[in-house]
């Protein structure tokens, strides 16, 4: 009996020192962070608190002060962590719920910060900004495009089989004006309407019974209309739908006989209708957000299925520079045969000055009847996009108002479009260069 207390003793006396220490740990972790909070000393409290954390100590108060401190260093992701785990051991405390509101705001999770919101108290929510109504933001914008080879229309001629019937199509420009509106439906939905117009002149090139025809301002009008949804799954998810539908409306004329015989020439239209689909699936993970998306299309009368992966890459932990990189696998479906192509795009923001954003871009890969992964960019144009650059210049005012700027650069090939296509080499290729410029105001509420 006597040693079995003896052992008892010995081990108490063995743990003892341990709790010792992790109570010292503790009490030590608590009064460094307590003295750089009061410094404002923000990274060096992240520096020692993430290395507390590392140990395994873990408390509301820590979490505040690293929350605190992520915020006022601007990084909202680690502020968002930080806070949502303050919020489990005391989910009563209305500072952080205040910044954690702010966090999410801040790093462009704005449905996530409303969705917090509707979960506060009276006091809270008054100290809170306040839309009056459902509508997010309203813009116009207007877009111009012009070729650059310019002679190359003037210089059009056919290097094919004069017996291969079918056309050649070279935009010379066109013109767009369109609108944007940005709207709530329910706690958890978000939607985006987009309708727009657009004019082109371009030169036409036929064959048919052996005989050719040339017009060099051909025109056409194209009505579109884009729908897109976000809808908030939780921590951090998003479901993302899309349906975008063109109506494209070509005049022609025609010679029917009149009154008494006499040969009466009439204007006619010919009207084609594209459609692209989308349904993507995102989540933040910190500092990152992949994406995937599945599209469906119906360009030119051709069928097309795709799959996309996105990565969004947020390395400072909010919105003063990001990367997302985008690569697009899409099959057109014709008949038996399939034909897969690779598209991938890269794009770069960052934050110039306290006013002004700049966004640097590229995509590379062959589009021809294609949509992007999101649906919205429809390459309905029987042209060849081979490569895109773009620069864009975003300046807010007031929080209440952005102007952008957009100037693209397309590589392009012209190639003649058989009726009775056999593959393989491209006939009559011709490379073009083109230049796009957009412009636009839009309002926030």
């Known amino acids: 009996m006597g040693r079995i207390i003896l052992i008892l003793v010995l081990a108490f006396q063995a743990?003892?020192?341990?709790?010792?220490?992790?109570?010292?740990?503790?009490?030590e972790i608590n009064r460094v962070t307590y003295e750089l909070y009061q410094k404002g000393a923000w990274k060096e409290l992240i520096s020692t608190g993430e290395k507390a954390l590392k140990e395994g100590v873990d408390y509301f108060y820590l979490r505040m002060r690293?929350?605190?401190a992520s915020y006022e260093t601007s990084d909202y992701s680690r502020a968002i962590r930080h806070f949502t785990r303050a919020l489990e051991f005391n989910s009563t405390d209305d500072t952080a719920k205040e910044y954690l509101y702010f966090a999410y705001?801040?790093?462009?999770?704005?449905?996530?910060?409303?969705?917090?919101?509707?979960?506060?108290?009276?006091?809270?929510?008054?100290?809170l900004p306040h839309r009056r109504n459902a509508v997010r933001s309203f813009s116009l914008n207007a877009t111009g495009s012009f070729l650059q080879d310019a002679g190359i229309v003037d210089d059009f001629s056919y290097d094919g089989d004069p017996e291969t019937y079918g056309f050649q199509s070279v935009t010379r420009n066109f013109m767009?004006?369109?609108?944007?509106?940005?709207?709530?439906?329910?706690?958890?939905?978000?939607?985006?309407?987009?309708p727009g117009m657009l004019t082109k002149s371009y030169l036409l090139y036929t064959r048919d019974d052996a005989e050719a025809e040339l017009t060099r301002d051909a025109r056409l009008s194209q009505f579109q209309y884009y729908v897109s949804g976000r809808i908030l799954l939780g921590n951090g998810a998003y479901l993302i739908p899309a349906v975008h539908y063109l109506a494209v409306r070509i005049p022609y004329e025609t010679t029917v006989a009149g009154r008494f015989g006499r040969p009466l020439l009439l204007q006619q239209h010919y009207f084609n209708h594209d459609v692209a689909t989308s349904l993507?699936?995102?989540?933040?993970?910190?500092?990152?957000?992949?994406?995937?998306?599945?599209?469906?299309?119906?360009?030119?009368?051709?069928?097309?299925?795709?799959?996309?992966?996105?990565f969004s890459w947020f390395p400072y932990g909010n919105l003063n520079l990001y990367s997302i990189s985008d690569i697009t696998l899409s099959s057109r479906l014709s008949g038996d045969n399939i034909n897969g192509k690779q598209i991938f795009s890269q794009d770069i923001g960052f934050r110039v000055f306290h006013w002004l954003w700049a966004e640097l871009g590229g995509s590379w890969g062959e589009r021809e009847n294609f949509a992007d992964s999101r649906a919205y960019l429809v390459y309905n144009d029987p042209?060849?996009?081979?490569?895109?650059?773009?620069?864009?210049?975003?300046?807010?005012?007031?929080?209440?108002m952005e102007l952008t700027i957009h100037y693209n650069y397309y590589l392009k090939e012209s190639r003649f479009i058989a009726d009775s296509p056999s593959g393989g080499v491209p006939v009559?290729?011709?490379?073009?260069?083109?230049?796009?410029?957009?412009?636009?105001?839009?309002w926030n509420f």
Request: positive net charge.
């Open 66 to 68: 690293l929350g605190i």
């Open 428 to 442: 009559n290729p011709i490379e073009l260069n083109t230049h796009k410029i957009s412009g636009g105001i839009k």
């Open 383 to 400: 042209m060849v996009t081979r490569e895109r650059y773009t620069i864009a210049i975003i300046a807010p005012f007031n929080g209440t």
């Open 280 to 310: 993507g699936l995102e989540k933040y993970y910190g500092k990152v957000r992949p994406g995937i998306t599945a599209g469906y299309s119906y360009i030119n009368r051709q069928p097309q299925v795709q799959g996309s992966f996105s």
């Open 105 to 127: 705001r801040l790093y462009g999770r704005d449905m996530e910060a409303h969705n917090i919101s509707q979960h506060f108290s009276g006091s809270l929510k008054s100290k």
């Open 176 to 194: 767009y004006f369109g609108a944007s509106l940005e709207h709530d439906a329910g706690r958890l939905l978000k939607l985006t309407h987009s």
């Open 15 to 27: 743990l003892n020192p341990v709790h010792s220490q992790q109570e010292f740990n503790f009490t």
